[in-house]
């Protein structure tokens, strides 16, 4: 399916926006030469910016090709030598005004491959701070609001949310957040059965112990002179810093 032979291509129209090229290839199936239509874009980016308070920013404009108001978030096309956290840091000052202090990958796609070369980043913004009015572009007349999770959410349910490539960003969000908890899941079973061997160990050097001891093992010198408790005990602690450190996360709001 790989081995279709290019045998030219030339470009029909250059835009500032894309270039329509034509691309013609031999079928390995059939032998047959067809011409193709291939709209050849920059790599484009879109940012999910997530307030404290777990809000999405997010901007409402006029589209062209729909000829309809749809709700978005920010994003665009990356400017020459641009690299896509810049980019994405741009467009999010320029249409809503807005800084982040974290920015995260949350995945790539590829538009439409069928008809287009290109990729779109998705990045998750934090620690947002409002400081312009924004400076969007001259074609660009843009409402910004901002809904929470749950409502985008509903919205994109009901098909109020069209948008294909801002319907790709929170399923990557989604992504992020399962797999956390997961990974939570795992940690707190993971825990369980650890300290249910620290407790068998105990129970084995000193009979008498009850679980209220092992909160202080270094009271019990027979156990914090055994070394294969010692060991476990370390195990066990060292799986609840990582619990402790995953629930952080997940007290994040985008985690909630």
Known sequence: MEN???????T???TSVFALQERRSISPRTGEEIPFFVLESGPWVNVVPLTDDG???MVRQYRQGTR???LEIPGGVLEAGES????ARRELLEETGYEAATW??????????AIQDNVQYTFLATGLRKVSDGDPDPAEDIEVLELDLDEVEALIRRGEVTHSLVIAAFYWLHQRRDLR??????????????LERVAALAKRINSRLTPDDLLSPQDFPELANDTDFHYQDGVLTGIESARAA??????RPVLD
């Open 55 to 57: 809000r999405v920013v």
């Open 68 to 70: 309809t108001v749809t």
């Open 12 to 14: 029909l129209i250059s």
């Open 84 to 87: 896509p956290e810049d980019g």
């Open 4 to 10: 279709w032979k290019e045998t030219g291509a030339r």
């Open 181 to 194: 908890r997961q990974l939570e899941r795992a940690l707190e079973e993971l825990g369980q059965a650890q």
């Open 104 to 113: 995260e990958v949350l995945g790539l796609v590829h538009p439409n491959p």
């Open 246 to 251: 995953v629930r952080r996360l997940l007290r």
